[in-house]
Nanobody, 119 residues
Framework: QVQLVDTGGGLVQAGGSLRLSCAAS?????MGWFRQAPGKEREFVAA?????YYSDSVKGRFTISRDNAKNTVYLQMNSLKPEDTAVYYC??????????????????WGQGTQVTVSS
């Protein structure tokens, strides 16, 4: 199995930036980020395999990237808004799925890292 450790969350003012990291213990193909705010369902944020994908709410502000040599994926979050406040979870799949936006296709998950954006 693959173990994921996601880090980099914190408190930032609106308009600020954070960079999340997710280190995987093994090789993966599709990696993604999801977030969950209190009282809300977990939602897709971004994913990467041979391409990158973003939810409409973060497109143009967030950038997902990976360092395959380190088995690490990053989420650069710029122009943060209070509505971005959530626990962010890294996810990975060792195979390929066209449904990268669905949490159901991911087999491995990080513990989550809290991102709080103040106004």
């Amino acid at each position: 199995q693959v173990q994921l450790v996601d880090t980099g969350g914190g408190l930032v003012q609106a308009g600020g930036s954070l960079r999340l990291s997710c280190a995987a213990s093994g090789r993966t193909f599709t990696m993604g980020w999801f977030r969950q705010a209190p009282g809300k369902e977990r939602e897709f944020v971004a994913a990467i395999n041979r391409n990158t994908y973003y939810s409409d709410s973060v497109k143009g502000r967030f950038t997902i990237s990976r360092d395959n040599a380190k088995n690490t994926v990053y989420l650069q979050m710029n122009s943060l808004k209070p509505e971005d406040t959530a626990v962010y979870y890294c996810a990975a799949n060792r195979g390929y799925s066209g449904s990268y936006y669905s949490q159901r296709v991911y087999d491995y998950w990080g513990q989550g890292t809290q991102v709080t954006v103040s106004s």
